[in-house]
């Protein structure tokens, strides 16, 4: 790529753990560095059990990574780890260039995308998160600078150790702040929630690595089944080519021909070692998967690295406590390879186009049949006297028969455990 609005970057890694499927690694780094707005022109491996506790690589790397900054002119490298921050300002000093890490790198793109408040909260309290225990290096520069190398006496460190008290103490309180707004924007989306589940509509939570196309799923089934929800509910996720597009949950109601309904939810995507601190923040976006019925896992079959990325989905899922959740894996993007489609492949996977309207028909169907998969043909008898209750139960329900008695109205239709719960006094 020539595009010279992209800044030329060095991308670094190790090569440690036998398990370690580095090519995969530095394929994700690529695209998060692109993601930035970086290019990376030239990367580095070194074969290391375990990082060096100062500079992270090796005396003889970070010398090779020093000279590669002269000749290829750039002035920053990009680590496939999260770093210690001794470990940035060492490797700054020793190859003068600046030092971004995986972290930063996911915090930056994250920081981007974040349109939402509730995102944007959530995106800034990782990045406090990720600065406090790196004050000191920024600090220490600084006073590298007032100062000259080494010169420091007593008095300006002592001075420099304030400010990095007031520092802590400004971040600190910031992030007070963000934990209280987020704790009350969160409360109001779990009223919503509670409301959603007193509704008691089946939910499918979309999960899976990030650009599956996952909105995209979302959208092409809203246009399909949305129609007949709620007003503003038929509004479509945004969907892009790029990394993250999605970094808020969006639940959306969906009719199905036989006018049973259930609700979808699309959210932020998954990457490797998503930074801690980014899934703490997001902990309560990513708790829709947890609440779900049915997971769909989108993975997007035309990558090469598609087993890696759901590995990545699943280990994701494991660390949100995400663990006992029935999953549909919906191989997608089909269109861009050589495999049929759709093609449904026993009760738990489907190969699709989301692009594809027989897919979407497939899909649906699939989703369907695991949803409603314990549902059954009822009989109720509604007293004349509740006849609102036929009514309320026609707009949801297809009848399958329906006879008027003298003590009531005799509808037959299939419900789910949850609904015939509800419903159990009239049935006979
Ligand atoms: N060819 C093809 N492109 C697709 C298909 N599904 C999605 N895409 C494209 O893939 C890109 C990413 O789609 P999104 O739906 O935004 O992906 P996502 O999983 O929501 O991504 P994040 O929100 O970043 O996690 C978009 O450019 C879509 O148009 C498909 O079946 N075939
Ligand atoms: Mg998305």
Same mark, same amino acid.
Do not use: C, W
């Given at each position: 790529?020539?595009?010279?609005?992209?800044?030329?970057?060095?991308?670094?890694?190790?090569?440690?753990?036998?398990?370690?499927?580095?090519?995969?690694?530095?394929?994700? $780094?690529?695209?998060?560095?692109?993601?930035?707005? $970086?290019?990376?022109?030239?990367?580095?491996?070194?074969?290391?059990?375990?990082?060096?506790?100062?500079?992270?690589?090796?005396?003889?790397?970070?010398?090779?990574?020093?000279?590669?900054? @002269?000749?290829?002119?750039?002035?920053?490298?990009?680590?496939?780890?999260?770093?210690?921050?001794?470990?940035?300002?060492?490797?700054?000093?020793?190859? +003068?260039?600046?030092?971004?890490?995986?972290?930063?790198?996911?915090? +930056?793109?994250?920081? @981007?995308?974040?349109?939402?408040?509730?995102?944007?909260?959530?995106? @800034?309290?990782?990045?406090?998160?990720?600065?406090?225990?790196?004050?000191?290096?920024?600090?220490?520069?600084?006073?590298?600078?007032?100062?000259?190398?080494?010169?420091?006496?007593?008095?300006?460190?002592?001075?420099?150790?304030?400010?990095?008290?007031?520092?802590?103490?400004?971040?600190?309180?910031?992030?007070?702040?963000?934990?209280?707004?987020?704790?009350?924007?969160?409360?109001?989306?779990?009223?919503?929630?509670?409301?959603?589940?007193?509704?008691?509509?089946?939910?499918?939570?979309?999960?899976?690595?990030?650009?599956?196309?996952?909105?995209?799923?979302?959208?092409?089934?809203?246009?399909?089944?949305?129609?007949?929800?709620?007003?503003?509910?038929?509004?479509?996720?945004?969907?892009?080519?790029? $990394?993250?597009?999605?970094?808020?949950?969006?639940?959306?109601?969906?009719? $199905?021909?036989?006018?049973?309904?259930?609700?979808?939810?699309?959210?932020?995507?998954?990457?490797?070692?998503?930074?801690?601190?980014?899934?703490?923040?997001?902990?309560?976006?990513?708790?829709?998967?947890?609440?779900?019925?049915?997971?769909?896992?989108?993975?997007?079959?035309?990558?090469?690295?598609?087993?890696?990325?759901?590995?990545?989905?699943?280990?994701?899922?494991?660390?949100?406590?995400?663990?006992?959740?029935?999953?549909?894996?919906?191989?997608?993007?089909?269109?861009?390879?050589?495999?049929?489609?759709?093609?449904?492949?026993?009760?738990?996977?489907?190969?699709?186009?989301?692009?594809?309207?027989?897919?979407?028909?497939?899909?649906?169907?699939?989703?369907?049949?695991?949803?409603?998969?314990?549902?059954?043909?009822?009989?109720?008898?509604?007293?004349?006297?509740?006849?609102?209750?036929?009514?309320?139960?026609?707009?949801?329900?297809?009848?399958? @028969?329906?006879?008027?008695?003298?003590?009531?109205?005799?509808?037959?239709?299939?419900?789910?455990?949850?609904?015939?719960?509800?419903?159990?006094?009239?049935?006979?």
């Amino acid at each position: 790529m020539t595009d010279n609005t992209l800044r030329p970057v060095l991308l670094a890694g190790l090569q440690g753990q036998q398990d370690q499927d580095i090519d995969y690694e530095l394929a994700e $780094l690529a695209n998060l560095a692109e993601a930035n707005n $970086l290019q990376p022109v030239e990367t580095f491996l070194q074969k290391l059990d375990r990082p060096n506790p100062a500079t992270y690589f090796g005396k003889g790397k970070v010398e090779e990574l020093g000279q590669a900054v @002269q000749s290829y002119e750039v002035d920053l490298i990009v680590v496939n780890d999260e770093l210690s921050p001794s470990q940035i300002r060492n490797l700054e000093k020793l190859t +003068d260039a600046t030092v971004v890490d995986r972290t930063g790198l996911i915090l +930056d793109i994250f920081a @981007q995308r974040a349109q939402t408040k509730v995102a944007k909260l959530q995106v @800034q309290l990782a990045r406090l998160q990720y600065q406090l225990p790196r004050l000191r290096t920024s600090m220490s520069v600084s006073l590298d600078q007032q100062t000259g190398a080494g010169g420091a006496g007593f008095t300006s460190r002592g001075s420099g150790e304030t400010k990095l008290e007031q520092s802590r103490r400004r971040i600190t309180s910031e992030m007070v702040h963000i934990r209280q707004e987020l704790a009350e924007l969160i409360k109001d989306e779990d009223t919503r929630t509670a409301q959603r589940q007193a509704s008691q509509l089946p939910t499918v939570a979309l999960v899976g690595y990030t650009n599956a196309g996952k909105s995209t799923v979302m959208n092409r089934l809203l246009e399909r089944f949305g129609v007949g929800a709620v007003n503003d509910t038929t509004k479509q996720v945004f969907e892009k080519n790029m $990394l993250f597009a999605t970094l808020n949950t969006t639940v959306r109601k969906l009719t $199905l021909a036989d006018k049973r309904q259930l609700l979808l939810s699309d959210t932020v995507g998954f990457v490797s070692k998503l930074p801690h601190n980014l899934v703490a923040a997001f902990q309560s976006t990513l708790e829709a998967a947890g609440q779900a019925d049915l997971l769909l896992q989108v993975v997007d079959v035309s990558d090469p690295n598609y087993q890696q990325m759901m590995k990545t989905t699943e280990e994701t899922l494991q660390s949100i406590g995400v663990t006992d959740r029935p999953m549909i894996t919906v191989f997608n993007k089909a269109d861009q390879t050589d495999l049929p489609y759709p093609t449904v492949d026993g009760e738990n996977a489907i190969t699709i186009s989301a692009l594809d309207l027989k897919s979407q028909d497939e899909l649906i169907q699939l989703i369907e049949q695991n949803i409603f998969a314990d549902s059954q043909p009822v009989t109720l008898k509604i007293p004349f006297s509740e006849n609102k209750l036929v009514a309320t139960l026609s707009s949801e329900h297809v009848f399958l @028969q329906e006879d008027y008695t003298e003590e009531g109205t005799v509808i037959e239709l299939v419900l789910s455990p949850q609904e015939l719960t509800k419903y159990q006094a009239y049935q006979i």
